[in-house]
């Protein structure tokens, strides 16, 4: 019986097994592959064997016993005659000098079956009938050696006689090579190297993967898991989000966790940064403003990324005039703000690039900007720069509510998501949640559904303004119930 540490170790590796299926799968496919040609292309090889019996000459019977157990102590030199490049070329000699003699001496084999005067000579060769011919001149050509060395020179006849036992025989079935042996040696190689990939991978990859993954870094909630789908991610937000489909479903999933973030404010703002650009940052800010509007909720979109602002061309919206022109009171916010289409999100864009982008973001008047932003609505999201190679995001996150921190599956790695978390509790700033983005729709998918299908959205299917209001208190009353039993 295996004991509790020994089940959870092969459940790790069937789950890893399960995770990296394509690196088993296609590891075994090339070494099963490999293993197929070298088969078909090995040259095929036919063996002849002839087998000698070794015998002592005795005057009688008493000295039978004694001259079987010199014979049987001589055997092991008997059977190295057959490898002297002198035997194999007087084979070569009888045959008719076809090979040389050092390529047939490489040909033969010997065995000496245990405590016997038995010598099997094996010839190896690629046409069966020549190696039934080498075999037999082989066995001619060693027992006339055999005699030889064992002829004294006043004598005219051998202290021993040799004779064959077996006689070679044309085998046309190959020894070499053998198909089911390769094959299922490949097979299993195939499969045990791919298990060792797939398991070497697991524990050298550091990246974001999982909840489990993030849990090793920070303690901080898990509110989403955005399915991987560059369909919908190119598609108008309000259009995209009511299709019923999972991308749309774990934005709603989003939308809904975040009602229990700061649920003490009726007015929420936050900032939504990446460890690094590339991790779909803005396009989660988008989507999730479009979402929360969608549940009746005021919602304004602002581009705090003063650097490389995505927007204005994300949105299609007017990029000149934004939150640096409110900053440096070239216009009003009303002014600057446009509708976002029939969602009603209100977007603030970027407006000029300045050359002093952190300066601007620690200014009285972004300050002021903040405050304006969140006494007009119930939710501002602000899309920041990432935060490792600027300290943009984590300057505004002293001055909102939280920040929303985006990583990319499979590629944010535990290193850069620590580092990023570092980076905003070094200033006093707090991250309210992380959110695992561009998630394969498997993975994703049992965060939640459980079976369930996707539905159409139908007119007022989205929760009002007023129930989300209403949720987010019962679950902070909720929560403080459960902190006062927690006390007591």
């Avoid at 690039?353 to 903040?370: D, F, K, R, T, Y």
């Avoid at 998630?439 to 939640?448: C, I, L, Q």
Wanted: hydrophobic residues 40%; proline residues 5%.
């Amino acid at each position: 019986m295996r004991s509790d540490g020994e089940s959870v170790e092969l459940k790790d590796y069937w789950l890893t097994i399960r995770r990296r299926w394509v690196v088993v799968l296609l590891t075994f496919l090339i070494v099963l592959g490999a293993a197929t040609a070298y088969t078909a292309l090995s040259t095929r090889l036919y063996a002849s064997n002839v087998k000698l019996y070794v015998a002592t000459q005795t005057p009688d019977v008493a000295t039978a016993a004694s001259a079987g157990q010199f014979a049987s102590q001589q055997m092991a030199s008997y059977a190295e005659i057959a490898g002297y490049t002198s035997t194999a070329q007087a084979v070569s000699d009888v045959t008719g000098g076809s090979l040389p003699a050092e390529d047939l001496a490489e040909q033969v084999e010997t065995a000496v079956s245990p405590d016997t005067v038995n010598l099997t000579i094996t010839v190896t060769d690629t046409d069966p009938v020549e190696a039934q011919a080498l075999a037999a001149a082989y066995g001619t050509v060693v027992s006339d050696r055999i005699e030889g060395f064992n002829t004294p020179t006043e004598r005219t006849t051998s202290f021993v006689t040799v004779s064959v036992a077996d006689a070679a025989e044309v085998d046309t079935v190959p020894v070499s090579p053998q198909p089911l042996r390769n094959l299922g040696l490949g097979a299993v190689i195939g499969l045990l190297l791919g298990i060792g990939i797939a398991v070497m991978r697991d524990l050298l990859d550091t990246s974001v993967s999982s909840a489990e993954d993030v849990q090793q870094v920070t303690d901080a909630p898990i509110l989403g898991h955005i399915i991987s789908d560059g369909a919908a991610a190119r598609k108008e937000p309000q259009a995209a989000l009511r299709e019923p489909t999972p991308w749309s479903e774990a934005f709603r999933v989003l939308r809904t966790n975040m009602q229990f973030v700061e649920v003490d404010h009726d007015k929420r703002m936050f900032v939504v940064s990446s460890p690094l650009p590339g991790e779909g940052k803005s396009t989660t800010t988008v989507n999730l403003a479009v979402t929360l509007a969608m549940a009746g909720q005021k919602v304004a979109l602002v581009d705090c990324d003063l650097r490389r602002p995505m927007l204005a061309t994300r949105l299609d919206v007017d990029g000149g005039v934004g939150t640096t022109s409110v900053l440096i009171g070239q216009v009003k916010l009303d002014d600057a703000l446009q509708t976002l289409d029939d969602s009603g999100v209100q977007v603030l864009a970027s407006g000029p690039i300045p050359p002093n982008p952190s300066e601007l973001l620690q200014s009285q008047a972004m300050g002021e900007l903040i405050a304006d932003l969140r006494e007009r609505f119930d939710v501002v999201l602000l899309d920041a720069p990432p935060l490792l190679p600027v300290t943009d995001s984590a300057i505004l996150a002293t001055q909102v509510d939280g920040l929303l921190l985006v990583t990319r599956h499979g590629k944010t790695t535990r290193d850069q998501l620590d580092h990023a978390l570092e980076r905003v509790s070094a200033v006093g700033g707090k991250v309210v949640g992380v959110v695992i983005n561009m998630a394969p729709s498997k993975t994703a998918g049992r965060s939640y559904g459980y079976g369930y299908g996707y539905g159409p959205l139908e007119p007022g299917h989205e929760p009002s303004r007023r129930e989300a209001r209403k949720e987010r208190k019962t679950a902070a009353r909720a929560a403080s119930s459960r902190g006062k039993r927690t006390k007591v």
